[in-house]
Nanobody, 122 residues
Framework: QVELVESGGGAVQAGGSLRLSCAAS????????MGWFRQAPGKEREAVAY???????WYADSVKGRFTISQDNPKNFLYLEMNNLTPEDTAMYYC????????????????WGQGTQVTVSS
């Protein structure tokens, strides 16, 4: 059974930092390209960062230079280091897994976690 469990969310003030973790189980994630997504109230889910290849990453313009995605394959963990947070980063954050790499194709991401809430106050 494939399972993704996010953790690390919380409430911080603007300028603060958080590190999100995603524990993956039930699937060999060493050959996949996972990603982080977020959804704010009243807005559509958007891609935050993902692996295009095992070594190349993609970031949304709004988080470039502030967020860093990384993956610990032996332990099947995905991380999102978030620095200099702003209120606009407030959202539910989800990790997702797909069986292939490449550009963003939403239907590729077949497995999703339940999300972890990030709230940034000004």
């Amino acid at each position: 059974q494939v399972e993704l469990v996010e953790s690390g969310g919380g409430a911080v003030q603007a300028g603060g930092s958080l590190r999100l973790s995603c524990a993956a189980s039930g699937y060999d994630y060493s050959s996949t390209c996972m990603g982080w997504f977020r959804q704010a109230p009243g807005k559509e889910r958007e891609a935050v960062a993902y692996f295009e290849t095992r070594r190349r990453t993609w970031y949304a313009d709004s988080v470039k230079g502030r967020f860093t995605i990384s993956q610990d394959n032996p332990k099947n963990f995905l991380y999102l280091e978030m620095n200099n947070l702003t209120p606009e980063d407030t959202a539910m954050y989800y990790c997702a897994a797909r069986g292939r790499c490449g550009g963003l194709v939403w239907t590729d991401f077949a497995y999703w976690g339940q999300g972890t809430q990030v709230t940034v106050s000004s």
